[in-house]
Each structure stands twice: as C-alpha cells, then as structure tokens.
C-alpha cells in the first residue's frame, strides 16, 4: 500500500510524541494522528457544533510543540454575509500525549444553544504500519475516558469541563460576546513518563536579510523540540513523523552541525550511542564489534527492522568525527577521555575491512547502508542499481577523517596509537585516489561489488571536502561539479545527466537540505567561498519556500516541489540553521589550543549581522560582522585568542 503523504499536514512535536493532521485540525485518515513512542494514541479527532463541520479558515504554527487551527460556523449566528462565530482549536504536543483546547466565540447579537462534539477514537496502530498505509486495527472510541488495546497499549482522555454523559458532548449556552472553552488531554499511560529536556540555547541572531533570523529560530526550535533524553544523556531523535528515535547516522549529524548551540547533545548522542556500541557478531541484527548503530525502535511499533538495528555503513565513523570536534568547541576533557576506548574499538571496526570501508545488504534490513539507503539510492549513471558489497565515497572520507581525529584524540590524552592511525589514513587516501576517480574528473559515487566505479555524478562527493581527504586540485573538482548539481534551493542529490533522474525521487534528483549544508561546510573549510555563497542564498531562498521549516528533502526542480511524504521537521535539516553561521563567520574553533579563528564570507551573501549567544566552550560569543566582512567581538569566552584567518588578533 502506498506511504501517506505529509506535505499539507500540520505537525506538533515534543518527542517522543507528535501531532500530525492537515489544515483542518481534524484527524481522519491516512498519517493523521497523534502517536507517542511509535504507537498512534489518537486516530480520529473530528469537531462539530450541532452536527455542522466548521469551515476552515486557516491554521498557524505557535512554536515547534504547537499549533492554532480556526474556523467558522456560517449556519450560526446572525444572519448576513460576515461569520460571527469561530472555532479556535489550541494543540499542543507533550511527550506522553497532547492537549487541544476547544474554543467557542460568538461575535453575534443572538444568544446562542448548540451541541458541541468531539468524536475521538484510536486504532493503536504502529508507526511502520501508518507508513505503508495499513491501519491498525477496528478504531477503539476513546470517549469518554480512554481505551487500552490488547497487548497492553492504554490512552487516557481527561476533559475540563467534564462532560455530562458517556460522549465526549457538552450543551453550550453563549451569550453575545461570550466564549465558552473545553480542554481535551491525550495522554499514553502504559510507557515511563519521558523526562522533559527543553532545550536552553540562547542562540541569536539579526541580520540584513531577515530570513537568516527565521531559519536559525525555527531550526532551534525544532531541534529543541527533537530532543529526547537518555538517561542523564540527551540526543535529537532524527524526525517526525517516521524517525522519532534514536538514529546512529542522523542523530550525530544534527548534533554536529548543531554544535554553535554547544556540546551538551552531542556528548549525551555520543554517550547514548557508546553505551550501544557493537560487541558481538549478529546477522540479524548487523551488530559488529566496535560499530555503531543505525536505529533503535520500541519493540511493538510494527517496523520490519530489528528494534535495535546496525544496518549503517557510516555512523561509525562519525562518531568519532562528532567527538573529536565537540572536543574543539569545548566539551570537558575528562568526558572526551571517558569516552576513548569506544574510539578505539570504532577505530578497529573501520581498520577490520579489506582495502575500503563496504557494506552488503542485510539478511533483515536495508539493502544500502549509507545516508542515501533506498533500494534504488546507488546507481551508474545509466541507470544500473549497483550491486554489493559497496564502497561508498562519502564513507571513506568520514574514515579517513576518523583515523585522523582518532589520532589527534589519542595523542592529547597520551594514549599509544596514533601513528598506526595516520599511517592508515595515508594509504586509504591514496587507494582512493588511484580507485575512484572517474574518468570525467569527479569522485565516483561508490565502487560496487565488483570493483566498477558506479559513475553517477552525486552529491556524495560534496562530504568529501573539508575532511582532508582531497588535495586541492581535487577539491575544485569536487567544488566545479557541485556548482552543476545546485539547483535555486540546493545541491541535488544526482545530475540530471543520470538515466535514473527524478526530481521526486527519494535519492535520484531531489534536495536534501543537511547534505546541501554538510556540502557548505567543505566548500568553506576547503576555500571555496564564492560557491559557499551560492550555496547560502540557495538555503535561505529553501527556507522562505518552507516557512523556516525546512523538510527532511524537497523536490530538485526549480520550484522546490514538495517531496509528499518527508519528515517534517527533520533533526538534520533543522540544524542546517546553526550550521549556516559556522558557514558564514568561517568559524575554526579549537577551545583545547585556546583559539578561535574567523574568516568570514565576503561579500557577506546576508549583509550586515550579529549573531550572540553561540556557544563555545563554557561561555558564549557575541560577534558582528558588516557587509564587506569586519569583524568585531563583543563579548568571547576567557582564555580564548580571537584571531583572522591571517592571523591577526582581534
């Protein structure tokens, strides 16, 4: 059955739980719900007054967990051609459930006797089941208290003020100029009341062109809202509504490029994850010593993966590039070291493959184990899906960066090992070179299970850049040729040149908005700035096309077609927010040498702006930048040289 598309829907979220409806604010069909830890605890949510459906007038986001749905009863009030009674309906998503406040105003000169109906029911229907479009089950009424489902699912309702009989029904009287209210609460009983972690980054900024600001908010917001606490740790579960849980790859991404908001998550992503690390050999489950693992699912959520899942071909690397530059921005020394020998062993997982870093497809899982894992996410550029085992480009530039921050880890803290990972990284470097390179001049995309270069031109070769891997003929190859996939919003993910372009394809042609970011970065470490500017407009024009609420991917065309069933908000999409202001004031932070080093845009592609309370270290920067990229610091952490690119003092 066919996946529920999302693009008109409203989403709510304070994980582990979200609210999913269209413009309306009822719930009905398709992904409608609101769902906590997997399992859908509200299928249906329909509101009428005296048997009438208001008419939706419009609908307004009040925050990342919130929403404002209004409408009008046109057969109600005072006879004429202006409405004079409106609904509002207040939703809020808590992490066990959600609230929706019901509100009844009449602006008429009559008094006004009506039945107001809520009819609520649940189907307890799993999120992998909503997702390809089988439901759950007969629906279960949820009034006027609640429903439990057999295998122990419960939902209670509470209703203030409490209804008179079995429905969830009240007999409103309004008079002129009066409202009348009614506070419906869903909340999900048979699961430990999740911890709340809000979120507490004082991140902000004001710039020429305003829409840096919006992006930057809302990315915040969203993340904050992502967030979901491990014990003592918090991560960002990767999206709503498909991927709210912990994801290896995702997880780490976000909080990497979340890392101006400081290194609270990614220490508690890393530890989560560290606490997970591989220690044996399963089939079943892809585990391994020393990996990291793909994701974790509640098991009664009805997905086809293992509920602790090790189908991922990168997550281990980037945990150690994730803890190596934490450790720049100033998470605490004895964290970072507590955490080395899971460096170690990560270290050992990558150093264990023949030549380059491969994956084959699971026995019970995904058929591609990179960040593009479609069954058809890989292929030549005519079109052939590439068979296994396959290398990937991207993942032995994460690689070769692992083994050189393992390095650098290992030596601060005076552990032994850190040649033999340098020297590792050399000769991988160099098997790449004399493997990849196709004969266009650009990285192939992966090598598939017979050596072959699977020559699409891709995305993928965007990660490269910045990770050391490339020199720098490379490098402007590398820049040249991302120049050619940017479409008015993003880096496409293939040309389209490829036989199997899409610009609706999950992999083939759309635009992902942290692989567009992650791109950004390279561009700017590795000195491409003029492409690195292009690629700013390109997200801030992204993020006016979606509100400042930039989905998990989006159509490549030159109109940024919605892709119908992405996640939105998305972690990594979301921290292309902060991530931008790394992009754009050049940031090199490195708080154990005692620096930080600015090298701005220029011209700077939002003109003039301030960005404060970023967080590096145990303090927070203050930093303003004209149009023409002077730098001044208003307020920085102590005992941290402030330098330019050339090397002067600030």
Not at 81 to 86: E, N, Q, Y
Request: overall charge negative; some cysteine; proline content about 7%.
């Amino acid at each position: 059955m066919a996946q529920p598309y999302l693009h008109e829907h409203v989403t709510c979220v304070a994980a582990p739980a979200t609210w999913l409806s269209g413009p309306s604010g009822d719930l009905t069909d398709g992904a409608d719900g609101l769902y906590v830890e997997d399992r859908r605890a509200v299928a249906r949510l329909v509101v009428t007054v005296d048997g009438h459906a208001p008419v939706p007038l419009g609908v307004r986001r009040t925050g990342a967990a919130s929403a404002e749905f209004t409408a009008v009863l046109p057969r109600l009030g005072d006879d004429g051609p202006d409405p004079t009674v409106t609904l509002t309906r207040h939703r809020v998503a808590e992490p066990l459930g959600g609230t929706e406040t019901i509100t009844l105003a009449n602006a008429s000169h009559t008094t006004l006797r009506v039945a107001v109906e809520v009819s609520a029911a649940t189907d307890f229907a799993g999120m992998g089941a909503v997702k390809q479009g089988r439901t759950g089950g007969p629906a279960a009424d949820l009034a006027p208290k609640g429903a439990s489902s057999a295998d122990g699912m419960a939902v209670r309702v509470e209703a203030d003020p409490a209804p008179a009989g079995p429905a969830l029904r009240w007999e409103v009287t309004l008079e002129p100029r009066e409202t009348w209210s009614a506070r419906l609460t869903f909340t999900r009983t048979d699961v430990p009341e999740a911890p709340r972690v809000a979120g507490r980054s004082g991140l902000r900024v004001a710039a020429d062109d305003r829409r840096l600001d919006a992006l930057v908010r809302v990315g915040v917001e969203d993340l904050d809202a992502l967030r979901r606490a491990d014990g003592p740790d918090v991560y960002y579960t990767a999206g709503s509504p498909w991927y709210l849980t912990l994801f290896g790859r995702d997880s780490l991404w976000a909080a990497r490029l979340g890392l101006p908001l400081g290194t609270d998550v990614a220490a508690g992503t890393l530890r989560t994850l560290a606490r997970r690390q591989g220690r044996r050999h399963d089939r079943g489950t892809d585990e391994e010593p020393g990996k990291i693992l793909h994701e974790v699912r509640p098991a009664d959520a009805s997905h086809d993966l293992p509920p602790v899942y090790y189908g991922t071909v990168d997550a281990t690397a980037l945990w150690v590039n994730t803890l190596a530059d934490a450790y720049r921005w100033g998470m605490p020394a004895g964290e970072v070291e507590a955490l080395l020998p899971n460096v170690e062993r990560a270290l050992e997982w990558l150093a264990g493959h023949d030549g380059f870093i491969a994956y084959s497809a699971s026995d019970k899982g995904l058929t591609n184990h990179g960040w593009k894992d479609s069954g058809d996410g890989v292929q030549h550029a005519d079109g052939r899906i590439a068979t296994g085992p396959l290398a990937l480009s991207e993942v032995q530039a994460y690689a070769y960066q692992a083994a050189i921050d393992g390095a650098y880890l290992l030596d601060a803290f005076g552990r032994d090992g850190a040649p033999r990972w340098r020297a590792w990284a050399a000769g991988l470097a160099e098997r790449f070179r004399t493997a990849f390179w196709c004969p266009g001049g650009y990285p192939a995309i992966a090598l598939d299970g017979a050596g072959e270069r699977v020559d699409s031109v891709a995305s993928n070769m965007g990660h490269l850049l910045g990770t050391g891997l490339l020199d720098a003929g490379e490098s402007r190859a590398v820049a040249g040729h991302l120049a050619a996939l940017r479409s008015p919003f993003g880096i496409r993910t293939v040309a389209p040149s490829s036989a199997g372009y899409n610009v609706l394809s999950y992999h083939l042609g759309s635009v992902w908005p942290h692989d567009t970011a992650i791109a950004l970065l390279g561009l700017v470490r590795d000195g491409h700035r003029q492409e690195a500017v292009a690629v700013v407009r390109a997200l801030l024009d992204a993020g006016e096309r979606f509100g400042f609420r930039l989905p998990e991917l989006f159509g490549g065309d030159d109109a940024a077609t919605p892709y119908p069933a992405a996640c939105r908000p998305q972690a990594w999409a979301a921290a292309a927010g902060p991530a931008l202001l790394t992009a754009l004031l050049g940031l090199d932070v490195d708080v154990p040498a005692g620096r930080v080093t600015f090298a701005p845009l220029t011209p700077s592609p939002v003109g003039a702006y301030r960005v404060s309370g970023l967080s590096i270290g145990e303090g927070t920067l203050d930093v303003e930048v004209s149009a023409d990229g002077a730098v001044t610091v208003h307020d920085a952490p102590a005992g941290l040289d402030l330098l330019l690119a050339d090397g002067s003092r600030l």
